[in-house]
């Protein structure tokens, strides 16, 4: 024990004299006279303002300070060091370059400081944030070759709003602001604030361009304070349009004509082919529903825009409907380029048509891609792909896809003696971009509502073992509500698999009748349903991710026939037993973002498929899995689980797939960039999977009410290569508690022994993978 203690304070004695030393270190390179700056602070003399208003002033106010001293961790500053120590490098490249600019940091002097500069900002900021009396000092601190400035505000009397006023007249402008004014960002007894008078203008434009004011602006609108009204820090604002405004900025504008170039070309301008504004003389052989569809070639049918654009002949102008319209052409997926354009035709009814320039993307293209991949079973391998698409199939942006694909898979980090898988197939898809259903389906979403249409097959070849002959077809909508919520609903999706070529080496590994499963003859078809919500793109400190799927098996066929296989009542169809089964599966992410090179991220799934009727077992590849690169990286792929099931009692050989039924798991990781391309991570995984069903052959693999000790844990540090156009990401995970030891003994930290290689060799797993886990 002593010695443990006598090594422990010799390791923080170390670390302080270099951290001291490294601290003082860079002081010395600096030249007579010069002085390294180590930032700005901003002090608060006011009694009158409470502790939170001071803290968040005194945050804005050193936000706002220039220039930023150089970054420091704990006190140290490493990138200044790494500067300093670097040689100048005669050329931009190589070894003293990339340690110089790449790596280190250029010295942040006092000199650098302009004073007077920043305390000019501290007074500006404080005065548009209600402090019209503020007054700012600065001063230097000095000391081994290390300067601060202190700077010292006297704010004064935070100025409230007392009144707020929309001024009056006959406009029609006027009246549509004076319509305007009830939800008003302007609050009485709120301080007053420029970015909240910034905001109420654009607040006003926003309302303004709803109701036909296409030519409105902000800067239209001014915000009068006036501060003399009361001596106790009041202040009344008078919001009025601006005396200069243009006459065109206060008339409402309404839709005069429509008309839309489906195949537009900026060449074609330029030779003459096509004038904008148009001669309306010239438009009425164009004409389709008081739209103008200027397409000579008829390669678009005209309903295709009858159904995108929500501008009609005689409508106000409002700009949701403008947006609208723009997202949904782009959302056709057919147009490579929208444009918009509104060109007044009659001033004195305030009328403009509406023009919409579309520029086509290639209809047809053939690609040839060479992938690299990886599942969650850790297979990864190399795919070759041959694409065929038409954007515009039968000449209403329909696309069509077909697809040509071989594969090979080869197990990294899974189980021993793990076969090579060989793919080949083939699949068409038709997406039509309305809801093709004996029912009217209105949508104002932004996108456009597809009905698709599957066909594929695909062979499957695991080597010495069997041959799998898939054959799957769908029927389906997707439409989003928005940006951010999406809908995918399955009318029917048929599967059926047909095993072939079944070998004896495969019967000799797969003994139980679970592992025999994946062969058996498989016919799934019914509705499958998925809701997705994400806002991950939007510029949030925290954001979320969530999918929930619904898979519904056999359900009305079983209910007709009267399937019952517990009562030997099992119905087939073409002599296949069809699946029954209901399903549902749900997986919900969050984000935290911590800096623009540092975030936690944290996903939990929860999922049960029950089998019933003419179904006792769940289809193999519809049940859960667990472990391997995707999911609890400290066990190898599909050998973690069901319960508390031993893997350890399958014989070496033997096929260790495992599944269940049901799933929980839970997974935590820090993610951090320390240089361009090379990021590093630190995670936490939780979790297993059950069966509903008692199995003879797995012992303790059905769920009960023991489940939470039945649950896995592992940790482990991971290393993540982007390169953009793919992400390589290598992560070393160990377990900490193993659900298959006997209870009691299940959490594995006294077991840990990175000296033995035994243990390394079971223990350690390295999961190789091609983009994030989640």
Request: positive net charge; charged residues 25%; contains cysteine.
């Given at each position: ?130 402090y019209f009396n503020a007054k700012a000092k600065y001063d230097t601190v000095s000391k ?197 354009e509104f060109i007044v035709s009659d001033s004195l009814k305030h009328q403009f048509d ?321 240089y361009k391309f090379l990021n590093v991570a630190a995670f936490v995984d939780a979790g ?87």
């Amino acid at each position: 024990m002593k010695s443990r203690f006598s090594i422990y304070y010799r390791y923080l004695f170390t670390s302080g004299f270099a951290a001291v030393t490294l601290s003082c270190s860079n002081t010395r390179f600096l030249k007579e006279g010069q002085m390294l700056y180590t930032g700005g602070e901003v002090k608060i003399e006011n009694d009158s303002l409470s502790k939170k208003e001071k803290n968040e002033l005194k945050a804005s106010l050193e936000e706002n300070l220039v220039p930023k001293p150089n970054s420091s961790i704990l006190g140290l500053r490493p990138k200044l060091y790494f500067y300093n120590i670097a040689k100048e490098p005669k050329k931009d490249k190589g070894f003293n370059y990339w340690l110089k600019y790449k790596v280190g940091e250029k010295p942040v002097l006092l000199g650098d400081v302009d004073r007077e500069f920043n305390k000019d900002i501290i007074e500006n900021y404080s005065e548009n944030k209600g402090y019209f009396n503020a007054k700012a000092k600065y001063d230097t601190v000095s000391k081994n070759k290390k300067a601060k400035v202190i700077y010292t505000l006297r704010p004064g009397g935070r100025y409230l709003i007392t009144n707020v006023k929309f001024q009056q007249d006959s406009s029609l402008v006027n009246r549509e602001i004076q319509s305007l004014a009830p939800k008003t960002l302007l609050k009485t007894g709120n301080p007053f604030d420029l970015d909240v008078i910034k905001d109420e203008r654009v607040r006003i434009d926003n309302g303004l361009k709803e109701r036909g004011f296409y030519y409105f602006n902000p800067d239209n609108i001014i915000v009068q304070a006036d501060s003399t009204v009361s001596k106790n820090h009041k202040v009344e604002l008078n919001v009025k349009l601006k005396d200069d405004t243009p006459d065109l900025a206060t008339q409402q504008f309404s839709i005069d004509k429509v008309i839309v170039f489906p195949n537009y070309n900026i060449q074609d301008v330029k030779r003459g082919k096509y004038n904008v504004p148009m001669n309306p003389d010239s438009l009425s052989k164009y004409a389709y529903d008081d739209i103008y569809v200027i397409d000579p070639q008829h390669k678009f049918k005209p309903k295709i825009f009858d159904r995108a654009l929500y501008f009609k002949k005689g409508d106000l102008y409002n700009r949701s409907n403008h947006n609208l319209t723009l997202n949904r052409l782009i959302s056709l997926g057919v147009f490579k380029f929208v444009k918009n354009e509104f060109i007044v035709s009659d001033s004195l009814k305030h009328q403009f048509d509406a023009y919409y320039l579309l520029t086509p993307r290639q209809i047809q293209s053939l690609r040839l891609e060479a992938l690299g991949r990886t599942n969650s079973a850790n297979y990864a391998g190399s795919e070759l792909n041959l694409n065929w698409t038409h954007r515009n199939f039968f000449r209403g942006a329909e696309q069509f896809k077909a697809a040509v694909y071989g594969a090979f898979d080869f197990q990294m980090g899974g189980q021993e003696d793990a076969k090579n898988l060989f793919r080949a197939g083939t699949n068409v898809q038709l997406s039509i971009p309305r809801i093709v259903a004996p029912f009217r389906f209105n949508s104002s979403s932004a996108f456009v509502p597809r009905t698709n249409i599957t066909l594929g097959y695909e062979f499957q070849n695991r080597t010495q073992l069997y041959t799998l002959n898939n054959f799957n077809a769908s029927f389906g909508y997707v439409w989003k509500e928005n940006a951010r919520k999406e809908h995918d609903l399955k009318v029917i999706d048929i599967t059926l698999v047909s095993p072939a070529n079944i070998t004896e080496e495969f019967y000799k590994q797969a003994t139980t009748p679970a592992a025999q499963r994946v062969v058996e003859k498989q016919l799934i078809f019914g509705p499958t349903y998925s809701y997705t919500y994400t806002n991950t793109m939007l510029p949030k400190t925290n954001t979320i991710y969530y999918k929930g799927t619904l898979d519904l098996a056999g359900n009305i066929t079983g209910l007709v026939t009267g399937a019952n296989v517990k009562n030997d009542k099992e119905k087939k169809i073409f002599g296949i037993p069809f699946s029954q089964y209901a399903k549902i599966e749900n997986d919900f992410r969050f984000y935290h973002k911590f800096t623009d090179k540092s975030s936690f991220a944290s996903r939990f799934i929860g999922g049960i498929a029950y089998p019933y009727g003419n179904s006792e077992f769940i289809p193999f590849s519809k049940q859960f899995f667990a472990g391997g690169s995707n999911s609890i990286r400290a066990f190898r792929a599909r050998t973690l689980g069901p319960g508390s099931f031993d893997p350890r009692t399958i014989e070496k050989g033997l096929l260790l797939d495992q599944a269940g039924d049901i799933k929980l798991e839970l997974n935590a990781e820090y993610r951090a960039n320390i240089y361009k391309f090379l990021n590093v991570a630190a995670f936490v995984d939780a979790g297993n999977v059950w069966l509903i069903n008692e199995d003879k052959d797995r012992p303790g693999g059905k769920f009960s009410k023991d489940f939470l000790s039945e649950i896995a844990v592992g940790a482990g540090v991971g290393l993540r290569l982007d390169f953009s156009i793919l992400i390589l990401r290598l992560d070393l995970a160990m377990p900490l508690r193993v659900p298959y030891y006997e209870k009691g003994d299940r959490w594995a930290f006294d077991k840990i022994n990175f000296g033995d290689s035994s243990w390394r060799k079971d223990n350690l797993v390295l999961n190789i993978a091609i983009g994030y886990p989640f």
